[in-house]
């Protein structure tokens, strides 16, 4: 979540962020942080799994933040959604997953050209990316910035591993027009 949460050092640079869109809900664990932590952000949620929305709603208090006006959660295919939704977001923040692989369209040139048309002028389009260490890892994460790079003027990425929980590397990619910075970063200009 905190390396989620670097998405709003873009505020410094004059981007407010309002509406937010997050894909791949699960649990709803980083939305329900931003509409706890946030009260000025309105975050769509996008599951694709129905059962897992259902468990959300039911089980981890997401329909009491639906019932606020504070979240709302669609059952739908992240990519489909992207294509079809109306309005602009401020944020786009990516994190869906086949079990433990990412679901590499969201770095496809069609799917970036849709964020693109949902993203507000400077808007962020961020991207979970989960890779092994090492050259083939590396190499993962230099392909997932350098497919970002073809459709945004900047990519930042935040590192984001739990070493104590994990045995990947984690990185947090914030793919932009404007010319914000994002602390502890590093990436393409």
Excluded: W
């Amino acid at each position: 979540m905190r390396a989620f949460d670097r998405l709003f050092d873009a505020e410094r640079g004059g981007l407010r962020v309002r509406r937010m869109l997050v894909i791949g809900g699960g649990g709803c664990s980083y939305p329900k942080h931003v509409a706890a932590t946030r009260p000025g952000v309105t975050v769509d949620v996008v599951e694709r799994d129905a059962r897992i929305a259902r468990i959300a709603r039911k089980r981890f208090f997401v329909g009491e933040l639906e019932e606020a006006g504070r979240l709302r959660l669609f059952v739908d295919d992240g990519v489909r959604f992207l294509q079809a939704a109306d309005g602009r977001y401020e944020a786009i923040v990516v994190d869906a997953f086949d079990g433990a692989v990412m679901d590499g369209r969201f770095l496809d040139a069609r799917t970036l050209a849709a964020a693109k048309e949902r993203l507000a002028a400077g808007g962020l389009y961020v991207i979970n990316v989960v890779c092994d260490e090492g050259p083939c890892g590396a190499g993962r994460l230099q392909r997932a910035m350098e497919s970002l790079g073809c459709a945004f003027a900047r990519v930042h990425a935040v590192f984001a591993t739990d070493e104590a929980l994990s045995d990947r590397d984690n990185f947090v990619l914030v793919a932009t027009d404007g010319g914000y910075s994002f602390d502890g970063s590093f990436g393409l200009a």
